[in-house]
């Protein structure tokens, strides 16, 4: 029902009157999207356009299956107009999240809810056609196993980790070794539209949409996972930077050590502050005969993972709590310089550490307050992620929807 609108959406033919309707049937769609329910007077009033016309459009995109009619507004006095909106059901869109170890995929209706929501699927991500080949076997076999029709699918957002060009659907990170991008590769296989995404940027969508931000247009998301990554959003708008590649914050070379990072280079926040460090130095202070509960679960010292000292830090473990305090210091310190520079609204702390709650949140807050000017972190607040394992795939699932309607540039 939905194909005669996105295809002509994104026709290259289309020319006079027939254009200018379909840009004002996305513009209806994004304010549905954005605000809601509304009346054909508010729309009227929104788009600049009468009623009439209005009305005409609103009704070629409930024949499209795209909107509804809600009936009779609750309030109001005298005749009460009818409201429309959208249809949640005439189209879905599906958030993929790549992880080290698993794979998290959501689908989403029209009205931005997720209807279906798989966590944790076993996954080794790896740098080879094998693991590629799985990603794309795990997709397609999520979308079977769904109620949707395959032809209301209208797109696939994959979020990856490392350096990700969103417009041309490179990863220059994980599974290059193509000469296609990425996206048309994935895309190929399962027979979606496909956008491809650095993870810490999508998050930061995620948040900023459905999660902590509330009027804030300027917002820090920082990644705190195996390992450090930021999402920016200035006036409401992620910032890609010339490349599409801004936010690599746990590349800041503000350490003093020999250890080289997977990066190439030396003294990188990464080092020593992301989860892949505090899990080698665990395993380091362990080896030296400091004790943690985690040994009860993990004898084998070289077998205990990241989420395994997570789970002992929020079980009051010593050790596990030291250790993410001490990251938590160097993460503020190198976040301290990004408040003297970017002055944001609010900075969200996400990803797997995030969950430590005031273990992580605290030393980073007091570090901020060291080492960043009072005058502009005064007004920066400072919050853990509302949507948390989720922020990834929501987001992922509202940059496919916003980006086929050009909701967002």
Same mark, same amino acid.
């Given at each position: 029902?939905?194909?005669?609108?996105?295809?002509?959406?994104?026709?290259?033919?289309?020319?006079?009157?027939?254009? !200018?309707?379909?840009?004002?049937?996305?513009?209806?769609?994004?304010?549905?999207?954005?605000?809601?329910?509304?009346?054909?007077?508010?729309?009227?009033?929104?788009?600049?356009?009468?009623?009439? !016309?209005?009305?005409?459009?609103? $009704?070629?995109?409930?024949?499209?299956?795209?909107?509804?009619?809600?009936?009779?507004?609750?309030?109001? *006095?005298?005749?009460?107009?009818?409201?429309?909106?959208?249809? +949640?059901?005439?189209?879905?869109?599906?958030?993929?999240?790549?992880?080290?170890?698993?794979?998290?995929?959501?689908?989403?209706?029209?009205?931005?809810?997720?209807?279906? *929501?798989?966590?944790?699927? +076993?996954?080794?991500?790896?740098?080879?056609?094998?693991?590629?080949?799985?990603?794309?076997? *795990?997709?397609?076999?999520?979308?079977?196993?769904?109620?949707?029709?395959?032809?209301?699918?209208?797109?696939?957002?994959?979020?990856?980790?490392?350096?990700?060009?969103?417009?041309?659907?490179?990863?220059?990170?994980?599974? $290059?070794?193509?000469?296609?991008?990425?996206?048309?590769?994935?895309?190929?296989?399962?027979?979606?539209?496909?956008?491809?995404?650095?993870?810490?940027?999508?998050?930061?969508?995620?948040?900023?949409?459905?999660?902590?931000?509330?009027?804030?247009?300027?917002?820090?998301?920082?990644?705190?996972?195996?390992?450090?990554?930021?999402?920016?959003?200035?006036?409401?708008?992620?910032?890609?930077? !010339?490349?599409?590649?801004?936010?690599?914050?746990?590349?800041?070379?503000?350490? /003093?050590?020999?250890?080289?990072?997977?990066?190439?280079?030396?003294?990188?926040?990464?080092?020593?502050?992301?989860?892949?460090?505090?899990?080698?130095?665990?395993?380091?202070?362990?080896?030296?005969?400091?004790?943690?509960?985690?040994?009860? !679960?993990?004898?084998?010292?070289?077998?205990?993972?990241?989420?395994?000292?997570?789970?002992?830090?929020?079980?009051? /473990?010593?050790?596990?709590?030291?250790? @993410?305090?001490?990251?938590?210091?160097?993460?503020?310190?190198?976040?301290?310089?990004?408040?003297?520079?970017?002055?944001?609204?609010?900075?969200?702390?996400?990803?797997?550490?995030?969950?430590?709650?005031?273990?992580?949140?605290?030393? @980073?807050?007091?570090?901020?307050?060291?080492?960043?000017?009072?005058?502009? $972190?005064?007004?920066?607040?400072?919050?853990?992620?509302?949507?948390? /394992?989720?922020?990834?795939?929501?987001?992922?699932?509202?940059?496919?929807?916003?980006?086929?309607?050009?909701?967002?540039?």
């Amino acid at each position: 029902m939905t194909t005669t609108f996105f295809d002509e959406l994104h026709s290259a033919e289309l020319s006079g009157v027939a254009y !200018k309707n379909v840009q004002l049937k996305k513009r209806i769609l994004a304010h549905f999207a954005n605000e809601g329910s509304t009346t054909l007077a508010d729309l009227s009033k929104e788009i600049n356009t009468s009623i009439p !016309k209005i009305s005409d459009l609103v $009704n070629g995109l409930i024949a499209d299956g795209l909107a509804k009619d809600y009936g009779k507004s609750g309030s109001g *006095v005298g005749r009460r107009p009818n409201l429309y909106g959208l249809e +949640p059901d005439s189209a879905f869109f599906i958030g993929v999240e790549v992880k080290k170890s698993h794979i998290n995929i959501g689908l989403m209706d029209f009205k931005r809810s997720l209807i279906k *929501v798989t966590m944790g699927i +076993p996954y080794l991500l790896n740098n080879t056609e094998e693991s590629l080949n799985t990603l794309c076997t *795990v997709i397609d076999e999520f979308i079977r196993a769904s109620s949707v029709q395959r032809e209301k699918i209208l797109g696939i957002g994959v979020n990856l980790t490392g350096r990700i060009n969103y417009k041309t659907g490179y990863s220059y990170s994980f599974f $290059n070794f193509h000469e296609d991008p990425l996206s048309k590769i994935i895309e190929a296989y399962i027979g979606i539209h496909t956008f491809l995404e650095n993870d810490s940027r999508a998050m930061a969508y995620g948040e900023f949409c459905n999660g902590a931000v509330r009027e804030e247009k300027d917002v820090l998301f920082v990644n705190l996972d195996h390992g450090i990554g930021m999402g920016i959003m200035v006036n409401g708008q992620l910032y890609y930077g !010339k490349s599409g590649f801004a936010g690599e914050v746990g590349h800041i070379p503000m350490l /003093d050590n020999e250890i080289l990072c997977h990066c190439g280079k030396k003294g990188c926040l990464e080092t020593e502050a992301s989860g892949e460090a505090i899990t080698r130095i665990f395993k380091e202070r362990l080896s030296k005969g400091a004790t943690s509960i985690v040994t009860n !679960k993990r004898p084998v010292v070289d077998e205990i993972t990241l989420e395994d000292i997570i789970e002992a830090a929020n079980n009051d /473990d010593t050790l596990a709590i030291e250790l @993410i305090t001490e990251a938590g210091e160097k993460i503020g310190k190198g976040m301290a310089m990004l408040v003297n520079l970017f002055n944001p609204e609010l900075i969200i702390l996400g990803g797997c550490l995030a969950t430590t709650g005031d273990y992580i949140r605290l030393p @980073i807050k007091n570090a901020l307050n060291k080492y960043s000017l009072s005058l502009v $972190n005064n007004d920066t607040q400072l919050a853990i992620s509302q949507l948390a /394992d989720r922020a990834g795939i929501t987001g992922a699932c509202l940059l496919v929807r916003d980006r086929l309607l050009a909701i967002t540039s």
